[in-house]
């Protein structure tokens, strides 16, 4: 293991039974509270970026947000939110996708992203994939092109890596931690 992900991984905490019975929350926010572990964070996602060729970034509502701006701003590239459906003004895109318990649809400005930009997509956790698969469809219909999905941490026993695969079209999924 190495030194940024034993810090990464001491500055999340398990809350069990949350947000119901059976299910291990990771909880993020202890890393968010220490500068040291935020920063590391900040700046290993911003290097995945740099390196990917990303001109922008999208943060999904809304840890992604948390994650995304300041990725963004230690990149020197634009951000953009993906929220859900009805809290962006103006002219949106929208991409509907389905969860384990029902369905959601998020939402990006139509003229935040143009064909000239490569887009990385930042979140805080992969599980089942369905909310990244629909932002790499929202990116493709804006007529920008995918850059990659980079993720604090990745829970491979739900199967979002192989759920976005075929989504990614060769684009690169990083996490910097596995679980």
């Given at each position: 293991m190495t030194d940024i992900e034993e810090l990464l991984l001491s500055r999340i905490r398990d809350v069990a039974d949350y947000p119901e019975p059976g299910v291990m929350f990771k909880d993020i926010t202890?890393?968010?509270?220490?500068p040291a572990a935020f920063t590391a964070l900040t700046d290993a996602l911003a290097e995945i970026s740099v390196r990917n060729g990303a001109t922008k970034i999208v943060g999904l509502e809304a840890r992604g947000f948390i994650l995304g701006a300041p990725v963004a701003v230690r990149a020197g590239?634009?951000?953009?939110?993906v929220r859900k459906a009805g809290k962006l003004p103006g002219a949106t895109l929208s991409q509907a996708?389905?969860?384990e318990y029902g369905s959601a649809e998020i939402e990006v400005h139509a003229?935040?992203?143009a064909a000239s930009d490569r887009v990385m997509v930042v979140d805080?956790?992969?599980?089942?994939?369905?909310t990244a698969e629909a932002s790499l469809e929202l990116i493709r219909r804006a007529g920008a092109e995918v850059a990659g999905v980079a993720v604090l941490m990745e829970l491979g026993f739900l199967g979002g890596r192989g759920r976005?695969?075929?989504?990614?079209?060769g684009a690169p999924l990083e996490a910097l931690l596995k679980v």
């Open positions: 202890p890393l968010l509270a220490d590239l634009g951000f953009v939110p996708y389905d969860l003229e935040d992203l805080d956790v992969l599980a089942t994939g369905g976005l695969a075929a989504s990614l079209a």
